[in-house]
């Protein structure tokens, strides 16, 4: 999404120049996901100061498996906004989305950004930013990663979200249970994705030949990082959900917790790089490609783990909570 780096906003020649105030410090940047991470950003500009890891628990990303065309990690807009009303209401908040022309793109955020809202913004290579200003006929925006305190967005703008209040956001452990429910079916998702990554190391010369091996093993390790973020994440959500409750159910959602924490080691020993010898040779080391997959199966076995503690809390919660009318 970025067009050039910008770093005054004292070069306009009676051009229009809206920036909110109050800009906090560029944080470094704490997800691989930018999506959340925009999020993130600007539900602490509109005063909704909560943790990474709950707006990662609350969308799903906690609990995806990120798997994309290629082994390229994917945290596509259409897999992590999935969930994104049922965050917001979990907020008070509700999402208006626009997919306008840029020349309305600039017209819907002039409005929020006069009133001191920040919108949140997809460009043309689906990255996600925080459109916190205006210059001109240009966005400004944080982008995840970057470490400026805003950049001129490149039209054209994909597609907008503008957040509202809403109504009184529903009990911290309803919400909790809802995103639970969620995070069933993405985990009940991701084992496919495991099986399918299983399978992809089976394949002969699985990382391809030539000048594409480093890369199609660095892609593999980026995956396993994204892995390693949602795991933890969980752990997090988990961990806060489970201290918000009491009796069987938090001890159902500490055991859940658990899990993801022993998921979050699994991954990072995939995250083990080889020494260069063996990069080198990657296609021809079976016994390393045979101690992969077991680490993929065992990864894939302790989500079955994790999503039966989350489906034990939930069953537990369920008549209290009425949980059979949760959307998922």
């Known amino acids: 999404m970025r067009k050039r780096l910008f770093d005054g906003l004292d070069q306009g020649l009676g051009e229009e120049i809206v920036l909110l105030e109050g800009l906090p410090p560029v944080a470094p940047p704490e997800a691989t996901c930018d999506f959340c991470q925009a999020l993130h950003e600007a539900l602490g500009l509109l005063g909704r100061e909560v943790s990474l890891a709950r707006v990662m628990g609350l969308t799903g990303a906690a609990f995806?498996?990120?798997?994309?065309?290629?082994?390229?990690?994917?945290?596509?807009?259409?897999?992590?906004?999935?969930?994104?009303?049922?965050?917001?209401?979990?907020l008070g908040l509700r999402a208006r989305r626009e997919q306008s022309p840029v020349e309305e793109a600039l017209a819907l955020c002039r409005e929020p950004?006069?009133?001191g809202q920040p919108v949140l913004a997809r460009g043309p290579d689906d990255g996600w930013a925080t459109?916190?200003?205006?210059?001109?006929?240009?966005?400004?925006?944080?982008?995840?990663?970057?470490?400026?305190?805003?950049?001129?967005?490149?039209?054209?703008?994909?597609?907008?979200?503008l957040c509202d209040e809403a109504e009184a956001p529903p009990p911290l452990l309803a919400a909790n249970l809802q995103a639970l429910a969620r995070a069933d079916v993405l985990l009940g998702e991701a084992e496919e994705a495991w099986l399918q990554w299983r399978e992809a190391l089976a394949e002969p010369a699985p990382y391809g030949a030539g000048a594409g091996r480093l890369e199609r093993f660095l892609a593999e390790q980026h995956l396993t990082a994204c892995v390693v973020e949602a795991r933890d994440a969980a752990h997090v959500f988990l961990?806060?959900?489970?201290?918000?409750?009491?009796?069987?159910?938090?001890?159902?959602?500490?055991?859940?917790?658990?899990?993801?924490?022993?998921?979050?080691?699994?991954?990072?020993?995939?995250?083990?790089?080889?020494?260069?010898?063996?990069?080198?040779?990657?296609?021809?080391?079976?016994?390393?490609?045979?101690?992969?997959?077991?680490?993929?199966?065992?990864?894939?076995?302790?989500?079955?783990?994790?999503?039966?503690?989350?489906?034990?809390?939930?069953?537990?919660?369920?008549?209290?909570?009425?949980?059979?009318?949760?959307?998922?």
């Open 64 to 90: 995806m498996t990120p798997w994309g065309e290629g082994m390229v990690a994917s945290w596509s807009a259409a897999r992590v906004d999935r969930y994104l009303s049922e965050a917001l209401a979990a």
């Open 113 to 115: 950004l006069r009133a």
């Open 131 to 161: 459109v916190v200003g205006l210059k001109g006929e240009e966005l400004l925006g944080r982008v995840p990663g970057s470490g400026r305190p805003y950049e001129r967005l490149t039209p054209p703008v994909q597609e907008l979200i």
């Open 239 to 328: 961990a806060e959900t489970a201290a918000a409750t009491d009796y069987d159910l938090a001890e159902a959602l500490d055991t859940a917790a658990e899990a993801a924490d022993i998921a979050v080691s699994l991954a990072e020993t995939l995250l083990a790089a080889p020494d260069a010898i063996a990069l080198a040779h990657l296609p021809e080391d079976e016994s390393w490609l045979d101690r992969r997959r077991e680490q993929l199966g065992a990864l894939s076995r302790c989500d079955e783990r994790l999503r039966s503690a989350i489906l034990e809390a939930l069953d537990l919660a369920g008549e209290e909570h009425q949980m059979s009318n949760l959307p998922v």
